[in-house]
């Protein structure tokens, strides 16, 4: 089974997203990880139907097995499916899901297996006047 397949739908993905950046392009998704105990997809704990995204734990919703947030999120790995900006290489990666501050903007940086060259995922912010007040 091919490890870098294309997720059919967002459903049970911690993050999803396809970008152009210059002349390449990446496809990014990050999947939750599976209950230690029972294998189900662990969440959020839901609140009203909708998972409570202020939460502070991971919840597994078969077996209730839970684990802090910051434990779960710092085992997620990203798999990265790319066409490098600079060289043109197309490529896969799996990475570590670690944002870092690059420029004042958080990034998920990897680089090219051909050139070495970075390329950034950057997170995306939604614009101040487009928001409801």
């Known amino acids: 089974m091919d490890e870098f ?3 059919e739908s967002v459903e049970g993905l911690f993050y999803y997203t396809s970008r152009i950046i210059g002349n390449g ?3 990014c ?3 939750n990880l599976k209950c230690p105990n029972c294998g189900t997809i662990m969440g959020k ?3 009203n139907g909708k998972p409570d995204r202020r939460a502070k734990e991971y919840i597994c919703p078969k077996c209730g097995y839970k684990e802090p ?3 779960y999120e710092s085992k997620l790995e990203a ?3 790319y066409k490098c900006p600079e060289c ?3 490529g896969k990666i799996k990475i570590p899901f670690k944002r870092k501050r690059i ?3 958080e990034s998920l940086r990897f680089f090219c297996e051909n050139c070495k060259a970075p390329i950034d995922i950057t997170k995306k912010f939604k614009d101040k006047k487009s928001r409801k007040e």
Do not use: A, C
Request: proline share 8%; hydrophobic share 35%.
């Open 79 to 81: 798999k990265i499916i």
């Open 5 to 7: 397949k294309e997720p």
């Open 25 to 27: 392009n990446v496809l």
């Open 88 to 90: 043109g290489f197309e």
């Open 103 to 105: 420029q004042g903007v």
């Open 29 to 31: 998704w990050v999947e």
């Open 45 to 47: 704990p839901r609140k």
């Open 69 to 71: 947030k910051k434990e």
